[in-house]
Nanobody
Framework: QVQLVESGGGLVQAGGSLRLSCAAS????????MGWHRQAPGEQRDLVAS???????NYGYRAKGRFTVSRDNAKNTVYLQMNSLKPEDTGVYYC?????????????????WGQGTQVTVLS
């Protein structure tokens, strides 16, 4: 199977920075899109940023101008550099990956999620 392990969350003052990492491991042929979603209590999970294996990026409204998503395809790892953090960025950040893996004599693509990492921004 496939596992995603996140790291880099924590507590930071408003205006500070954090860098999240998410490494995928397991029976992986290739990874198409990878990215990050955020969920706060009482809110829906929403897109923060995503990146394709070709480097095409997409950002949610929250991230534009402040966050940068990147990836290392050789390491199956996606990063999220978060600058100028605001209290409203507080939440659990989940990484995901669209993974192509062997399935019998064929291949199948499934979406996998990490366990989430808490980001808390103090005012």
């Amino acid at each position: 199977q496939v596992q995603l392990v996140e790291s880099g969350g924590g507590l930071v003052q408003a205006g500070g920075s954090l860098r999240l990492s998410c490494a995928a491991s397991g029976n992986i042929v290739s990874i198409n899109a990878m990215g990050w979603h955020r969920q706060a209590p009482g809110e829906q999970r929403d897109l923060v940023a995503s990146i394709t294996d070709g480097g095409f990026t997409n950002y949610g409204y929250r991230a534009k101008g402040r966050f940068t998503v990147s990836r290392d395809n050789a390491k199956n790892t996606v990063y999220l550099q978060m600058n100028s953090l605001k209290p409203e960025d507080t939440g659990v950040y989940y990484c995901y990956a669209d993974v192509e893996r062997p399935h019998g004599e064929f291949f199948t693509e499934d979406e996998y999620w990490g366990q989430g990492t808490q980001v808390t921004v103090l005012s």
